[in-house]
């Protein structure tokens, strides 16, 4: 029978794991895991039972009365959602008394509903008026009387009214709508937890509150968790009102960070309605948040630029051509400047907001086409030293576990990352378990979001000093080695103990201990050392890692210490443990998987290695170098010293994201040919020769690699308003280079990195659409993917121990520049802002502000919400300062999502000795108030609006 169940999209209560316990529901048998409701039960037996305050994503509470059920031999009607199964049952779901009682409890929910359904934004996907269709509802008993929809009663106003509240931008609450199910109020708190929603008043009087005067001004962190739980038009989305609802649904993976949710993307038409987070997303299941759900208007906004655009000259007016007529521009600029400067004067930067097929073919273009190896991404300047530092200790660039691994977690070590604001949805999960009873360590300068969890257990704050990354983790490696908590059979058997032996005796040094450092970190030794015990001695312990560990002159040492500290503790290889990095972009993952670096073929493959470079050259038919290429900040450095003079750049900004922004426009302004691929005309595009237009992730199809190497197909749902797909353009230009390009669907070019990868040899799309996803490695050693790395032996065979000494940055302060600067993100906002600012997120944060502590804003004279200059030895910007204690005293720190900001003007060259990953994370700068925006600024402002300019037609 079970193959010919039709499924019930929600089950009422959450799946269970336990023995199995079989029993009978309405004549049918089921077995189910023991824990299981019998709601549950009867849903997996195809057996609908009436619901409202029931979800499965959430807990029950057996309120609403209609999931009444009988059981043979149990008195009364109990509710089928919080009653368990238990073998033998025998459960009835639909007889004459039950369906008196659920008509009786409709009554009375309709008794206090407004009876508009034809006008109802919610007309036609309301469980409300389903529910009344389901229990046979027909007429109503009760006459007219105290309620809360009508604005007046018989005697006057109605004091139980409330009227809409509209205050945020994506949703709306209407209270007349609710049935106070309470389903909003606990998404908030068991999926979200945010705890931003209650009840207010019992009884009659019962209603939802914000505890605020509306939405906007409470704590809501706009996740859309309590729309998508409201069962009736109370909690809505604005784009449903407007539009209407949607008739179809396209499974999708989100294109903002790292977590890789998926979304079904909810049509009406071509027309997209709604983004609905998909429940059997195996990175979000059903959770989202407020850029994935509702920060999607981008692709519809008013500056997206449509037709590809050239110019002879970057002080030129743009000219709109074709497609043939910018491609051929392009190819025949990048043509002379090879037939003058030589092979490797150009070169190509990938996206990581891109797809690994579209990334794929730009590192092509540059190996196959162009003849050389100057590819990069903006990996580079993120999680670079991820790459090298897990490859040098594990033998694999990338995390070791899934995210629902974090489930079995029983210490969390959150290190230089702010998962709340950067992975949100992560954070909402691991929030979940901290209130189980997980232990928290952060080892960051500020005091960040997840340490104000409510009812969480114990949590240690290691507030360092910013660019003491290694000192910390080393000074934690000597307790555990010191106090020998290290795991010695672990160690013996998977990593080589003479390496061990060693950095032993290095880290058990007296000058590593914490009392020794502490005056170099900030960090109290005795908080340093009962952090590094609590890790070490209470069962899994998980490590989860963002930009303020890699971005630091020390970033690639960082990460070697961290998987020093995961192996000599034994916590690798199994679920709840590992090392894990956060990384801050939807492909970012992706983009290093496929070769975007200039040393490393896809795979991560050195350019050197005669066999690996031998397998692209017989799929592509052309030789390749055997030289690494030059870096992003190579390339920039050979454009002033007029070596290098073409580039072609897809989806990024590097004008905004990349450090030292003065030497970024030297290098931009001195070349001949700049290529920029985007959605918009950015920063990067006022030094740019040939614009053509990007296409967004709504708009192709392909795949994009998330933090824990989770591939996830990426389907197109409307015909992109370009006219082509990001791929598309790229192979145009390759092919007016002069190559034969003959792809007709990113499956071919999957098919081609399957072929040439081993990491995705059994990948196609054909396996995307039956699973869903699947974690590389994905071949013939591991048919079904890799949740979990290095789980019998590491990828390198033994696991590699590496000295970590700490060597101080070159970036000190001093009497001129007394502060450290440190960056970061937050939730409204996304990387550059390219997409959020061009949305309603832009209401929570519509500029980039500098957190500066009290006792340094005093004795500079800076008010909260005033104008200040931030100066380092590079270069000035102004902005709003926030006085604020979650950064400590000598520390300031701002975000770098607006380009008015021009924040990274201020960031310098200093980079990861391993990598040239930039330290955005400690810039020594001055703060003194200001009286507007600087010069730079003033300047930039100008150079963008004479940049920007567009011919019309008649011109």
């Given amino acids: 029978m079970k193959d010919f169940i039709i499924p019930i999209k929600d089950k009422g209560t959450p799946a269970r794991q336990g023995a199995p316990v079989t029993l009978m529901v309405d004549g049918f048998s089921v077995t189910v895991p023991a824990g299981t409701s019998v709601m549950r039960a009867a849903a997996e037996a195809g057996i609908s039972v009436p619901k409202l305050c029931a979800s499965d994503m959430l807990e029950p509470i057996g309120s609403c ?13 109990p509710a089928s959602c919080t009653t368990p199964v238990a073998p033998g049952m025998v459960v009835h779901t639909q007889t004459p008394q039950l369906k008196t009682l659920r008509r009786g409890v409709m009554e009375l929910y309709i008794s206090d509903h407004p009876l508009d359904c034809l006008t109802c934004a919610a007309n036609g996907d309301c469980e409300l008026q389903d529910m009344a269709g389901a229990v046979g509802l027909r007429d109503m008993r009760y006459a007219p ?168 000259s970057i002080t030129d007016p743009w000219r709109v051509v074709t497609y043939p007529e910018a491609i051929g521009f392009a190819a025949d600029r990048l043509r002379a400047i090879q037939a003058r400067d030589g092979v490797d004067a150009i070169g190509v930067l990938t996206s990581s907001r891109c797809t690994n097929e579209e990334t794929f073919l730009v590192q092509k273009l540059a190996r196959a086409v162009f003849g050389n190896n100057n590819t990069d991404t903006c990996a580079r300047v993120c999680h670079s030293p991820t790459g090298y530092g897990l490859k040098q200790t594990f033998g694999t660039s990338a995390g070791t576990q899934d995210f629902d691994s974090v489930e079995q977690t029983d210490v969390a070590v959150v290190i230089g990352a702010n998962p709340t604001d950067a992975h949100p949805v992560f954070a909402s999960r691991l929030r979940k378990r901290l209130r189980e009873g997980t232990k928290l360590i952060v080892i960051d300068p500020r005091r960040i979001d997840l340490l104000e969890t409510p009812h969480i257990g114990p949590a240690w704050h290691l507030g360092l000093r910013p660019g003491t990354n290694v000192a910390v983790l080393t000074a934690m490696a000597h307790v555990i080695v010191t106090e020998g908590l290290y795991d010695e059979a672990f160690i013996r058997a998977r990593c080589d103990w003479d390496e061990f032996s060693d950095y032993m005796d290095f880290a058990a040094d007296p ?320 990387n550059v802002g390219a997409q959020t600012r061009r949305t309603e997120n832009s209401t929570w944060h519509p500029e980039d502000l500098l957190e500066i502590h009290p006792h340094d804003a005093e004795v500079r004279g800076i008010k909260d919400g005033g104008w200040v200059r931030l100066a380092s030895r590079v270069g000035d910007t102004s902005l709003r300062a926030t006085v604020t204690e979650r950064v400590a005293p000598g520390v300031v720190y701002t975000t770098f999502h607006h380009p008015a900001t021009q924040a990274n003007v201020v960031t310098t060259d200093n980079s990861d000795w391993a990598t040239n990953c930039p330290e955005y994370k400690v810039t020594a700068v001055q703060v003194a108030p200001s009286n507007g925006p600087t010069e730079w600024q003033t300047d930039s402002a100008a150079r963008s609006d004479a940049a920007r300019r567009i011919l019309s037609v008649a011109e």
């Fill in 65 to 77: 009365r209609l999931c009444l059920v009988e059981i043979d031999g149990v008195r009364g009607t």
């Fill in 145 to 312: 009387g105290e309620n809360h929809f009508e604005v007046r009663g018989p005697e006057g106003d109605n004091p139980a009214w409330q009227p809409k509240d509209e205050s945020n931008p994506y949703f709306t609450f209407d209270p007349t709508k609710c049935i106070v199910c309470m389903r909003c109020v606990r998404a908030c708190e068991e999926v979200q937890g945010t705890f931003a929603l209650t009840i207010d008043g019992r009884g009659f009087d019962s209603t939802v509150s914000t505890g605020t005067e509306n939405f906007l001004n409470s704590d809501c962190v706009s996740c859309g968790a309590c729309v998508q739980a409201c069962p009736t038009a109370s909690l809505i989305e604005n784009s449903v009102i407007e539009i209407g609802t949607p008739e179809r649904s396209i499974i999708t993976t989100c294109a903002y960070c790292g977590v890789g949710c998926n979304f079904e993307a909810q049509m009406r038409g071509d027309e997209l309605i709604r983004m609905v987070p998909w429940k059997e997303g195996k990175a979000n299941h059903g959770h989202s948040c407020v850029k994935g759900r509702f920060a999607w208007g981008y692709a519809q906004h008013k500056e997206r630029i449509l037709k590809p655009m050239v110019r002879d």
């Fill in 511 to 830: 000058a590593h201990s914490p009392e020794a450092t502490e005056a170099m970190t900030t960090v109290p030794a005795e908080t340093l050392r009962a952090a590094a015990r609590v890790y070490a001695t209470n069962g899994n312990g998980a490590i989860y890692y963002g930009l303020g560990v890699t971005e630091h002159s020390q970033g690639s040492t960082t990460v070697m210490a961290i998987a020093n500290l995961a192996m000599m503790t034994g916590n690798i290889g199994r679920p709840g443990v590992g090392v894990n990095p956060l990384r801050g972009q939807n492909n970012v993952q992706g983009s290093c998987d496929m070769g975007s670096f200039p040393h490393e073929l896809p795979g991560y493959r050195h350019v050197s290695d005669d066999t690996a470079r031998g397998i692209f050259e017989a799929a592509w038919g052309v030789p390749l170098s055997d030289e690494p290429g030059l870096r992003v900040n190579n390339m920039l450095d050979a454009a002033v010293a007029g070596s290098f003079k073409g580039i072609y750049i897809q989806g990024e900004d590097i004008m905004q994201s990349d450090p030292d922004t003065r030497h970024v426009a030297a290098g931009l302004a001195a070349m001949d040919c700049v290529i920029v691929q985007d959605l918009f005309l950015n920063e990067t595009a006022d030094f740019a020769h040939v614009f053509l237009p990007g296409s967004t992730f709504l708009e192709k199809d392909g795949t994009f690699t998330n933090a824990e190497r989770r591939i996830n197909p990426v389907r197109r749902v409307m015909a992109p308003k370009n006219g082509y797909a990001d791929w598309e353009l790229t192979q145009l230009l390759a092919n007016a280079m002069g190559a034969d390009w003959a792809y007709t669907h990113p499956r071919e070019v999957m098919a081609e990195i399957a072929a040439t990868t081993p990491g995705f040899a059994n990948v196609t799309y054909q396996m995307l659409d039956e699973r869903g996803s699947v974690q590389w490695p994905c071949n013939d050693n591991a048919p079904d993917g890799s949740p979990i790395m290095h789980v019998d032996g590491f990828v390198r065979g033994k696991g590699r121990f590496i000295r970590t000494d700490y060597v101080a940055t070159e970036e000190r302060t001093g009497p001129r520049f007394p502060l450290l600067l440190t960056t970061g993100r937050i939730l409204s906002q996304y």
